[in-house]
T-cell receptor, first 111, second 115 residues
């Protein structure tokens, strides 16, 4: 069975601070995909990134970066120079056949 | 990215009535659509998976006679909450993907309030 754990339920930072959201997963499969989605207060889930299990290269997209480490089964997400608009719930998810979500991390960025 | 729409975005209904929620993939063909339910401050819980032209597969504990799912075309799936009760009040989100290992794209969600 697959499982995704986001140990941080809530994080509060001040604008311009860097913040890292942790994600640890469990799976028996060697082929799988990892995702991050953002859910702002409006409720819609916004796709941020997809990474397959064979690609451990870190990725950077603007202020966002992701660190995938298979050795520790982690797929952490860092926001650099956070902004108020980054306030949302962030979900990490794992997909073998079906998508399994972590519990989510609520990020509050204060001005 | 791919766009998925949901309608209505918000609905209030009386207990005992049925409510239909539509999920559409606007710029791609969705071979598979998913329906999730999300309670306040909780994660998404998968309710069912539907493939175009076939019966939906429901997750354990989800009543298929209460939550009717139809995936009549490659761009449209509907969820009908039959004889709704206050405990059915929730945020319902659909997603769609084109292909077995492809990314799921989510709709904006529907907030259902049953009085």
């Amino acid at each position: 069975a697959q499982k995704v754990t986001q140990a941080q339920t809530e994080i509060s930072v001040v604008e311009k601070e860097d913040v890292t959201l942790d994600c640890v997963y469990e799976t028996r499969d060697t082929t799988y995909y990892l995702f991050w989605y953002k859910q702002p207060p409006s409720g819609e889930l916004v796709f941020l990134i997809r990474r397959n299990s064979f690609d451990e290269q870190n990725e950077i997209s603007g202020r966002y970066s992701w660190n995938f480490q298979k050795s520790t089964s982690s797929f952490n997400f860092t926001i650099t120079a956070s902004q108020v608009v980054d306030s949302a719930v962030y979900f990490c998810a794992l997909s073998e056949i079906m998508l399994t979500f972590g519990g989510g991390t609520r990020l509050m960025v204060k001005p | 990215g791919a766009v998925v729409s949901q309608h209505p975005s918000r609905v209030i209904c009386k207990s005992g009535t049925s409510v239909k929620i539509e999920c559409r993939s606007l710029d791609f063909q969705a071979t598979t659509m998913f329906w999730y339910r999300q309670f306040p401050k909780q994660s998404l819980m998968l309710m069912a998976t539907s493939n175009e032209g076939s019966k939906a597969t429901y997750e354990q504990g989800v009543e298929k006679d209460k939550f009717l799912i139809n995936h009549a075309s490659l761009t449209l799936s509907t969820l009908t909450v039959t004889s709704a009760h206050p405990e059915d009040s929730s945020f319902y989100i659909c997603s769609a993907r084109n292909g077995f290992q492809e990314t799921q794209y989510f709709g904006p969600g529907t907030r259902l309030l049953v009085l």
